[in-house]
Protein backbone atom coordinates (compact mmCIF):
# COMPACT_ATOMS: atom_id res chain seq x y z
CA UNK A 1 0.00 0.00 0.00
CA UNK A 2 1.37 3.29 -0.95
CA UNK A 3 0.52 5.16 2.17
CA UNK A 4 2.29 2.94 4.25
CA UNK A 5 5.30 3.82 2.19
CA UNK A 6 5.53 7.64 2.39
CA UNK A 7 4.34 6.91 6.46
CA UNK A 8 7.24 4.02 6.59
CA UNK A 9 9.35 5.97 5.06
CA UNK A 10 9.00 9.35 7.57
CA UNK A 11 9.01 6.64 10.59
CA UNK A 12 12.17 5.44 9.47
CA UNK A 13 13.79 8.84 9.24
CA UNK A 14 11.89 9.72 12.31
CA UNK A 15 13.25 6.91 13.84
CA UNK A 16 17.12 7.55 12.53
CA UNK A 17 16.93 11.18 13.93
CA UNK A 18 16.05 10.03 17.42
CA UNK A 19 19.04 8.05 17.42
CA UNK A 20 21.22 10.74 15.86
CA UNK A 21 22.21 12.67 19.36
CA UNK A 22 20.86 15.89 18.43
CA UNK A 23 21.66 17.67 21.71
CA UNK A 24 18.40 18.95 22.36
CA UNK A 25 16.72 16.07 22.59
CA UNK A 26 19.45 13.85 24.31
CA UNK A 27 19.23 16.49 26.89
CA UNK A 28 15.29 16.21 27.47
CA UNK A 29 15.73 12.24 27.84
CA UNK A 30 18.58 13.19 30.43
CA UNK A 31 16.47 15.36 32.33
CA UNK A 32 14.31 12.21 32.59
CA UNK A 33 17.03 9.59 33.59
CA UNK A 34 18.40 12.78 36.45
CA UNK A 35 14.75 13.16 37.38
CA UNK A 36 14.40 16.65 36.83
CA UNK A 37 12.00 16.74 34.43
CA UNK A 38 9.03 19.09 34.32
CA UNK A 39 5.69 20.08 32.42
CA UNK A 40 8.14 23.06 31.10
CA UNK A 41 10.22 20.03 29.57
CA UNK A 42 7.78 18.02 28.00
CA UNK A 43 6.31 21.13 26.34
CA UNK A 44 9.56 21.89 25.15
CA UNK A 45 9.94 18.53 23.98
CA UNK A 46 6.46 18.16 22.71
CA UNK A 47 7.53 21.13 20.06
CA UNK A 48 11.09 19.39 19.63
CA UNK A 49 9.36 16.20 18.28
CA UNK A 50 6.57 18.07 16.37
CA UNK A 51 8.85 20.16 14.55
CA UNK A 52 10.34 17.01 13.22
CA UNK A 53 7.30 15.96 12.18
CA UNK A 54 6.04 18.50 10.39
CA UNK A 55 9.18 18.71 8.20
CA UNK A 56 9.16 15.22 7.21
CA UNK A 57 5.37 15.90 6.06
CA UNK A 58 6.51 18.76 4.21
CA UNK A 59 9.39 16.69 2.69
CA UNK A 60 7.19 13.52 2.13
CA UNK A 61 3.49 15.25 0.97
CA UNK A 62 4.78 18.79 0.11
CA UNK A 63 5.22 19.98 -3.32
CA UNK A 64 8.37 18.70 -4.11
CA UNK A 65 7.42 15.47 -3.07
CA UNK A 66 6.71 12.67 -5.39
CA UNK A 67 3.54 11.33 -4.24
CA UNK A 68 1.96 10.19 -7.80
CA UNK A 69 0.06 6.94 -7.19
CA UNK A 70 -1.15 8.27 -3.59
CA UNK A 71 -5.43 8.37 -3.63
CA UNK A 72 -6.67 11.34 -1.49
CA UNK A 73 -7.65 8.81 0.83
CA UNK A 74 -4.13 7.29 1.29
CA UNK A 75 -2.53 11.10 2.01
CA UNK A 76 -4.95 11.43 4.50
CA UNK A 77 -4.50 8.21 6.18
CA UNK A 78 -0.76 8.65 5.91
CA UNK A 79 -1.28 12.35 7.51
CA UNK A 80 -3.37 10.74 10.13
CA UNK A 81 -0.54 8.29 10.77
CA UNK A 82 1.55 11.04 11.36
CA UNK A 83 -0.28 13.17 14.04
CA UNK A 84 -1.10 10.04 16.10
CA UNK A 85 2.39 9.24 16.06
CA UNK A 86 3.69 12.76 17.35
CA UNK A 87 0.99 12.69 19.43
CA UNK A 88 1.88 9.58 20.84
CA UNK A 89 5.65 10.85 21.50
CA UNK A 90 5.07 14.03 22.79
CA UNK A 91 2.30 11.87 25.91
CA UNK A 92 4.89 9.27 26.52
CA UNK A 93 7.46 12.05 26.93
CA UNK A 94 4.63 13.80 29.55
CA UNK A 95 4.12 10.31 31.40
CA UNK A 96 7.77 10.14 32.00
CA UNK A 97 7.34 13.51 33.50
CA UNK A 98 4.28 12.41 35.51
CA UNK A 99 5.93 9.75 36.59
CA UNK A 100 9.51 11.99 37.86
CA UNK A 101 6.83 14.08 39.66
CA UNK A 102 4.87 11.06 41.52
CA UNK A 103 7.79 9.70 42.74
CA UNK A 104 8.90 12.87 44.06
CA UNK A 105 6.47 12.72 46.33
CA UNK A 106 6.36 9.33 46.86
CA UNK A 107 2.87 8.88 44.95
CA UNK A 108 2.36 4.96 44.27
CA UNK A 109 0.13 5.04 41.25
CA UNK A 110 1.71 4.39 37.78
CA UNK A 111 1.71 7.57 35.48
CA UNK A 112 -0.80 7.58 32.41
CA UNK A 113 -0.78 8.81 28.81
CA UNK A 114 -3.35 11.39 27.09
CA UNK A 115 -5.57 9.79 24.87
CA UNK A 116 -6.03 12.02 21.50
CA UNK A 117 -9.45 13.22 20.98
CA UNK A 118 -9.65 12.47 17.04
CA UNK A 119 -11.67 15.46 16.65
CA UNK A 120 -8.66 17.22 16.29
CA UNK A 121 -6.98 15.02 13.30
CA UNK A 122 -10.62 14.92 11.28
CA UNK A 123 -10.37 19.01 11.53
CA UNK A 124 -7.38 19.38 10.38
CA UNK A 125 -7.78 16.75 7.73
CA UNK A 126 -10.85 18.53 7.00
CA UNK A 127 -9.26 22.24 6.73
CA UNK A 128 -6.36 20.83 3.95
CA UNK A 129 -9.27 18.47 2.33
CA UNK A 130 -10.72 22.31 1.82
CA UNK A 131 -7.57 23.41 0.04
CA UNK A 132 -9.02 21.49 -2.97
CA UNK A 133 -6.00 20.71 -4.05
CA UNK A 134 -6.51 16.94 -2.59
CA UNK A 135 -7.99 16.51 -6.09
CA UNK A 136 -4.94 16.66 -7.56
CA UNK A 137 -2.71 14.57 -5.02
CA UNK A 138 -0.75 17.36 -4.12
CA UNK A 139 -2.71 18.12 -0.64
CA UNK A 140 0.20 20.50 1.17
CA UNK A 141 0.48 23.51 -1.23
CA UNK A 142 1.83 26.21 -0.89
CA UNK A 143 -1.57 28.08 -0.54
CA UNK A 144 -2.45 25.75 2.75
CA UNK A 145 0.84 25.38 3.79
CA UNK A 146 0.34 27.37 6.86
CA UNK A 147 -1.79 24.78 7.81
CA UNK A 148 1.06 22.84 9.15
CA UNK A 149 3.74 25.61 9.37
CA UNK A 150 1.23 27.84 11.83
CA UNK A 151 1.72 25.18 13.91
CA UNK A 152 -1.15 22.79 13.75
CA UNK A 153 1.18 19.69 13.72
CA UNK A 154 2.53 21.48 17.13
CA UNK A 155 -0.59 22.29 18.67
CA UNK A 156 -1.69 18.76 18.75
CA UNK A 157 1.36 17.65 19.94
CA UNK A 158 1.69 20.46 22.67
CA UNK A 159 -2.18 19.02 23.90
CA UNK A 160 -0.65 15.75 24.78
CA UNK A 161 1.11 17.32 27.47
CA UNK A 162 -1.88 19.28 28.74
CA UNK A 163 -4.27 15.93 28.21
CA UNK A 164 -1.72 13.59 30.00
CA UNK A 165 -1.74 16.23 33.07
CA UNK A 166 -5.48 15.98 33.06
CA UNK A 167 -5.31 12.20 32.77
CA UNK A 168 -3.24 11.48 35.91
CA UNK A 169 -4.61 14.82 38.07
CA UNK A 170 -8.18 12.74 37.49
CA UNK A 171 -6.54 9.83 38.11
CA UNK A 172 -5.27 10.98 41.42
CA UNK A 173 -8.64 12.43 42.41
CA UNK A 174 -10.42 9.37 41.75
CA UNK A 175 -7.63 7.69 43.63
CA UNK A 176 -9.03 10.24 46.59
CA UNK A 177 -5.29 12.83 46.75
CA UNK A 178 -6.25 16.25 46.12
CA UNK A 179 -4.27 17.32 42.82
CA UNK A 180 -3.17 20.86 42.11
CA UNK A 181 -2.74 22.21 38.78
CA UNK A 182 -1.76 25.47 37.42
CA UNK A 183 -1.97 27.58 34.15
CA UNK A 184 0.71 30.23 33.99
CA UNK A 185 1.33 32.62 30.72
CA UNK A 186 4.63 32.58 29.21
CA UNK A 187 6.97 35.65 29.82
CA UNK A 188 4.87 39.34 28.44
CA UNK A 189 2.09 37.48 28.83
CA UNK A 190 0.19 35.55 25.94
CA UNK A 191 -3.70 36.83 25.75
CA UNK A 192 -6.79 38.14 27.34
CA UNK A 193 -8.54 34.95 26.79
CA UNK A 194 -5.42 32.86 28.39
CA UNK A 195 -5.29 35.43 31.12
CA UNK A 196 -8.95 34.80 31.96
CA UNK A 197 -7.81 31.19 32.78
CA UNK A 198 -4.72 31.18 34.07
CA UNK A 199 -4.10 30.69 38.00
CA UNK A 200 -4.13 27.51 40.51
CA UNK A 201 -6.41 25.56 41.07
CA UNK A 202 -7.81 22.10 42.69
CA UNK A 203 -8.19 19.82 39.93
CA UNK A 204 -12.12 19.74 39.28
CA UNK A 205 -11.94 23.68 40.78
CA UNK A 206 -10.88 24.96 37.39
CA UNK A 207 -12.19 27.58 34.96
CA UNK A 208 -14.15 25.71 31.93
CA UNK A 209 -11.79 25.44 29.20
CA UNK A 210 -8.76 25.31 31.33
CA UNK A 211 -6.75 22.92 29.60
CA UNK A 212 -7.21 24.17 26.21
CA UNK A 213 -4.53 25.65 24.13
CA UNK A 214 -4.41 27.91 21.18
CA UNK A 215 -2.07 27.83 18.14
CA UNK A 216 1.40 29.95 19.29
CA UNK A 217 -0.01 29.60 23.14
CA UNK A 218 2.82 30.14 25.43
CA UNK A 219 0.89 29.48 28.67
CA UNK A 220 2.66 26.23 30.59
CA UNK A 221 0.39 24.01 32.07
CA UNK A 222 1.82 22.42 35.56
CA UNK A 223 0.60 19.36 37.63
CA UNK A 224 1.47 19.23 41.25
CA UNK A 225 0.52 16.25 43.70
CA UNK A 226 1.35 18.77 47.12
CA UNK A 227 0.56 22.28 47.14
CA UNK A 228 3.28 22.66 49.54
CA UNK A 229 5.43 22.52 46.90
CA UNK A 230 4.46 25.31 45.00
CA UNK A 231 4.60 27.54 48.66
CA UNK A 232 7.24 28.44 50.39
CA UNK A 233 7.01 28.39 54.27
CA UNK A 234 8.79 30.40 56.59
CA UNK A 235 8.39 30.07 60.64
CA UNK A 236 8.42 33.68 63.02
CA UNK A 237 8.03 33.71 66.53
CA UNK A 238 4.81 36.66 67.31
CA UNK A 239 4.78 38.83 70.87
CA UNK A 240 3.75 36.07 72.70
CA UNK A 241 6.34 33.82 71.44
CA UNK A 242 4.09 31.55 69.48
CA UNK A 243 6.15 29.97 66.58
CA UNK A 244 3.82 30.79 63.28
CA UNK A 245 3.80 28.94 59.95
CA UNK A 246 3.64 31.59 56.86
CA UNK A 247 2.51 30.27 53.51
CA UNK A 248 3.83 32.25 50.56
CA UNK A 249 2.65 31.68 47.17
CA UNK A 250 6.02 30.91 44.93
ZN1 LIG B 1 -1.86 31.02 26.13
Not at 192 to 217: L, T
Not at 231 to 245: F, H, L, P, V
Amino acid sequence: MADVTAYQKMLSEFMKWQKSNEKEYVDLWELINTKKATYKDAQRYSKVVADKWSRLLQKYLGVDADIKGLTPKEIEKCIENVLRRCYANSSYYSSKVQEVINDSVNINVKAVEGTIDKSRIDNLIEKLRNGEDIANDVLITTENMWLIEEGVVENISMSAVTDTIEANAKLHTDAGLTSYIERKQGSGGCCDWCSSVAGRFVYGEQPRDFFKIHKHCNCVINYMPSRQRWQKITYSTDAQGNRRKNTQDM
